[in-house]
């Protein structure tokens, strides 16, 4: 019988390794090609965009960029796919876009924040969802600020310390809940273990919880829906998977959390495709494949009446280490199942194909 289940569990299989020359932070996906992006920073502390094409088994170097501050983080999410520009978060807090069609100057560009930005992810564009294309970046001077980039210089929401608390590092962020032109939320997630959840129709902090140990990577299964699921990742080698479609009054949301190992789990990415399917990279070089199973029922009534989640249970589908060093970034591809890259500080990018993905 295992056998047979051993069979049906989906591989994961490196296709392609590049060796880098400098230290990727990380890669993405152009949508509707098979190109990727490295983005990182080089030895003389610049910072390095690369751009390369899937050929069979090998990647080609079609364009490298230097630029003035190393690059943190990148996102294709607010863009259309006519122009598919990448925006970018870089060591300086500068907010950037560019055209990679024309790269050397940006077309927007904002000093956006007075420290690295950690983190940036994108709504409205890419023809996914409704609403205003929007980006979102988070810093190591505690804010997290929403840019529309049709609008120059400020950012249409600031969420930050208040007067007389202190100022946490963010790690990562998030979009959610853009299901029409009203609703959006950003998750925030910060190196003490906070993660705040903010709503950008009322402008208010709709939800908030500490899971106790620096948060370094938050995604919803899908940024175009009514919230489903969101899962955060640790420090610790924990994440926290939470129902986010019943938000009860005291308790908030339910979850359901998982040893996945004892290193950090760099970054967690859901399955274009099968908003169940995700993926942790962790410390240790490893790659863990997980299916989320709901519950038979996903709310229940308390004591006094008020709805509350029930959370489901999440199995391991298939684990496997590639490196010796942390695999701090990936990027399923939106376009090919199961296609996805990783970038890893061996100062190595991996193609990678995940099998059997239509059978779970």
């Given at each position: 019988m295992s056998a047979a289940l051993g069979a049906e569990r989906p591989q994961v299989v490196s296709h392609v390794q590049q060796a880098l020359s400098y230290t990727v932070f990380d890669c993405k996906w152009v949508p509707r090609s098979a190109r990727l992006?490295?983005?990182?920073?080089?030895?003389?502390?610049?910072?390095?965009?690369?751009?390369?094409?899937?050929?069979?088994?090998?990647?080609?170097?079609?364009?490298e960029l230097e630029k003035p501050k190393p690059i943190k983080c990148g996102t294709f999410g607010a863009t259309s796919l006519q122009q598919r520009y990448l925006a970018t978060g870089d060591f300086d807090g500068n907010l950037n876009i560019w055209n990679l069609e024309a790269p050397e100057i940006p077309v927007y560009s904002v000093k956006g924040h007075k420290e690295i930005i950690n983190s940036i992810d994108g709504v409205g564009g890419l023809g996914i969802g409704e609403g205003a294309p929007e980006i979102v970046t988070g810093s190591r001077d505690g804010t997290v600020k929403v840019w529309d980039p049709?609008?120059?210089?400020?950012?249409?929401?600031?969420?930050?310390?208040?007067?007389?608390?202190?100022?946490r590092d963010c790690w990562t962020v998030a979009f959610g809940n853009a299901y029409n032109q009203e609703e959006r939320v950003v998750c925030a997630g910060y190196d003490n273990g906070d993660i705040k959840l903010f709503d950008l129709k009322t402008m208010s902090l709709r939800w908030e919880t500490n899971i106790k140990n620096g948060v370094c990577s938050v995604e919803f299964d899908r940024k175009d829906i009514n919230m489903n699921k969101l899962v955060a990742t640790s420090l610790e080698g924990k994440f926290h998977v939470f129902d986010m479609r019943t938000q009860h009054p005291t308790k908030g949301f339910a979850s359901v959390s998982e040893k996945a190992q004892k290193s950090t789990i760099w970054q967690v990415r859901h399955l274009p495709q099968n908003r169940d399917v995700f993926m942790t990279t962790g410390g240790s070089g490893s790659l863990h494949l997980w299916k989320y199973e709901y519950p038979a029922q996903r709310s229940k009534k308390d004591s006094e009446g008020s709805e509350m989640g029930v959370a489901g249970t999440v199995s391991l589908l298939q684990n496997v280490t590639l490196s010796t060093q942390p695999i701090s970034s990936l990027d399923w591809s939106p376009d090919k199942k199961g296609l996805c890259v990783c970038g890893a500080f061996d100062q190595t990018v991996r193609v990678l194909i995940v099998t059997k993905l239509n059978k779970i």
């Open positions: 992006l490295c983005l990182g920073s080089a030895a003389r502390g610049t910072g390095v965009v690369q751009l390369y094409e899937l050929h069979g088994a090998r990647l080609e170097l079609l364009r049709r609008q120059r210089d400020i950012p249409v929401a600031n969420m930050e310390p208040v007067q007389g608390e202190s100022k």
